[in-house]
């Protein structure tokens, strides 16, 4: 009698990402697998290693057929201030192993934890995916995730969104807002500018603008910016990438006018109509800390929270890297970033930020 199909055993080895028969290969398994992201596409792992100077790693689990049984993404952080780490999906969201049953993870969590050895990381973090085991911690208060369904059209949208919400974005339609969408320099040069903005009002570095030509590069026509301009000043923008039928609002922001102008209502609005265009079904708007403004702002466009599970492992004697701009014991900091003058925030941010993960 043949042996059941998960009990048969696995090759595990390191994916090479310059080949693209074998990130065709990945690709194809990520998108067939029910709760795989555009975090674990080889496409994240390389723009973000290019974006932001870490190394990625990339971890398969193949049957004896050559078959892929699961796969694990990983970026090499390196930080003076945070220190190293093994991180999936490193700057996104989600990640963590994505695998064909319950085979193929105890052997891909301990290959990710001797790879860890191997370089120095006392840390590995996974954002998601399958449990590794009993060795990780688990988090998962921290942060909610935020999907629903896209409407059949933008009225019935509107009707989505509960009346609080929906007259924030009936208001909007009176504030004299254009939205553009492009991939071009100018489109990227308008949403770095307020991306920049906003982060900095919110008291955190922004990412090396590398990173968002790279993500762009990688996806290609997959990925956009969505722009709110008032009277030609563009005051909201979000880079979006859209996979598997989601649209993935990922980095966005307004500037210091963009509230009065209900510039932030108008522009996830305009994607939500934008996506379904493009085909979408589903609109992912992203994690946000529990309890948090950003996570109430989501909750009132009818979006319900789900918690996210985050898993990390941390080599005895060490302690687990806290890279969270909301932990209290970063609220000095915060501060003063909020008070730095734009030009010197948006030159120190990139420095400090590609070193988070």
Not at 302 to 311: N, W
Not at 314 to 326: D, F, K, L, M, S
Request: positive net charge; hydrophobic residues 40%.
């Amino acid at each position: 009698m043949n042996a059941p199909l998960l009990s048969r055993p696995l090759a595990l080895r390191s994916a090479d990402l310059a080949d693209p028969i074998e990130r065709a290969r990945i690709g194809a398994f990520v998108h067939d697998h029910p709760e795989g992201t555009p975090f674990h596409l080889p496409a994240w792992s390389t723009a973000v290693a290019r974006g932001c100077g870490q190394k990625a790693h990339y971890l398969i689990a193949q049957r004896a057929n050559g078959e892929v049984a699961g796969v694990l993404p990983l970026t090499e952080v390196h930080s003076p201030l945070f220190g190293r780490a093994l991180v999936s999906a490193g700057f996104g969201v989600g990640g963590g192993i994505l695998a064909e049953g319950a085979g193929p993870v105890a052997p891909l969590a301990e290959a990710a934890w001797e790879l860890a050895a191997r370089l120095s990381c006392p840390t590995v973090e996974l954002r998601g995916g399958a449990h590794p085991g009993a060795a990780w911690m688990a988090d998962e208060t921290t942060y909610c995730g935020f999907t629903r369904d896209l409407a059949e059209d933008d009225e019935a949208e509107l009707k989505a969104v509960p009346r609080k919400q929906r007259a924030e974005v009936r208001r909007s339609f009176e504030k004299e807002l254009e939205i553009s969408v492009g991939c071009h320099v100018d489109d990227a040069a308008a949403h770095y500018a307020v991306y920049a903005e906003s982060v900095r009002n919110l008291g955190t570095p922004v990412f090396p603008r590398r990173l968002f030509s790279e993500v762009l590069r990688e996806f290609g026509n997959s990925a956009d910016m969505l722009t709110v301009r008032h009277r030609g000043v563009a005051v909201a923008s979000v880079l979006s990438l859209y996979w598997n039928g989601t649209v993935y609002p990922y980095w966005g922001g307004g500037t210091a006018a963009a509230r009065a102008l209900r510039a932030n209502d108008h522009m996830y609005f305009g994607l939500m109509s934008h996506a379904r265009e493009r085909g979408c079904r589903r609109f992912d708007f992203g994690r946000s800390k529990t309890g948090t403004g950003a996570a109430a702002f989501k909750k009132n466009w009818g979006f319900d929270p789900r918690p996210l599970a985050y898993f990390t492992r941390t080599a005895n004697g060490a302690a687990p890297r806290v890279v969270n701009p909301q932990d209290p014991r970063y609220r000095l900091q915060v501060a003063a970033w909020q008070r730095l003058p734009l030009p010197i925030a948006n030159r120190l941010g990139p420095w400090i930020s590609k070193g988070l993960g």
